[in-house]
């Protein structure tokens, strides 16, 4: 059965409790990336989300990683966090136009993250999608959505946002409610529940779940058991899944990746 790629990472590289239990105690700090991207298979860049960061900066990211690596980039908060969504245009082309195309093929999807106060509003939240650039500087951009409010739990939400061909993040958190419709021509997860308890963040039993649930969504398959809200008869293809381990307790992240990893072989 074909399927699209699956990718397992973590949240930024430059964490110190990392320092002696992931990253080796006299690796130099300025190679931490380069370290960082050949044990797991993708980033997100979380810097990207404070401020705006130079081209010269995502070159060189780009440059460090393997070939087959790529980067989630988080998308600036002077976007997500301002009262009118439908007035974003200009800070997302300011967003956009900060070097990301530095990246090159390196470049996978857009994290637009909002706050759990962000109510779901149908007008304003259908004008945002329309703002969002099918390509930047030649290259294609996936676009994908953390909503955090329960107001958005609507088939109106998850019918715009398949129309738009926008993914709606499944976060499996403690502290905010889920959305696990697929809408986009990918899966972007983010796995939040780490806890100090367990070697790798999670039992290995729901590791084996996380993978059977990632193999489904690479397969184009709606995994059973999450919550959904809208019409579930998207179309069955391979889709690129990302699955990113991050927060809940953070320094067992990279752990939790790499044993998820092993486990999709």
């Known amino acids: 059965m074909s399927k699209g790629r699956i990718r397992v990472g973590i949240g930024g590289w430059t964490y110190p409790p990392w320092r002696g239990t992931f990253y080796p105690d006299d690796l130099v700090q300025k190679r931490e990336l380069e370290y960082a991207s050949r044990a797991v298979t993708a980033i997100e860049i979380n810097a990207t989300y404070h401020r705006l960061q130079k081209p010269e900066s995502f070159a060189n990211w780009a440059k460090v990683v393997p070939d087959d690596f790529v980067f989630a980039v988080k998308a600036s908060r002077y976007v997500t966090n301002r009262k009118v969504l ?14 990301i195309s530095e990246l090159g093929d390196k470049l996978g999807p857009i ?36 909503v955090r409010n329960d107001s958005f739990h609507t088939p109106d939400f998850v019918a715009m946002c398949r129309e738009a061909g926008v993914a709606i993040v499944y976060a499996d958190s403690a ?67 990302f699955v990113f381990m991050i927060n809940g307790f953070k320094e067992k992240a990279p752990a939790a990746a790499q044993a998820l990893l092993k486990r999709l072989g």
């Not at 439908?86 to 900060?98: H, R, V």
């Not at 637009?112 to 290259?139: C, E, I, N, V, Y």
Request: glycine share 8%; charged share 30%; hydrophobic share 35%.
């Open 175 to 241: 502290d905010y409610p889920a959305i696990a419709d697929v809408t986009g021509d990918f899966v972007y997860a983010r796995l939040e529940n780490a806890e100090e308890r367990y070697e790798a963040g999670y039992a290995p039993s729901a590791l084996d779940d996380w993978t059977k649930k990632a193999e489904s969504w690479a397969e184009g398959h709606q995994p059973r058991g999450l919550p959904t809200f809208g019409d579930n008869g998207q179309e069955v293809k391979p889709r690129d899944t």
């Open 111 to 146: 994290l637009w993250q909002f706050m759990a106060t962000k109510k779901f509003d149908r007008q304003d939240f259908g004008a945002f999608l329309k703002l969002l650039p099918a390509s930047h500087d030649g290259l294609k951009l996936r676009h994908a959505v953390q």
């Open 86 to 99: 439908a007035d974003a245009g200009e800070s997302i082309e300011t967003f956009l136009n900060q070097g």
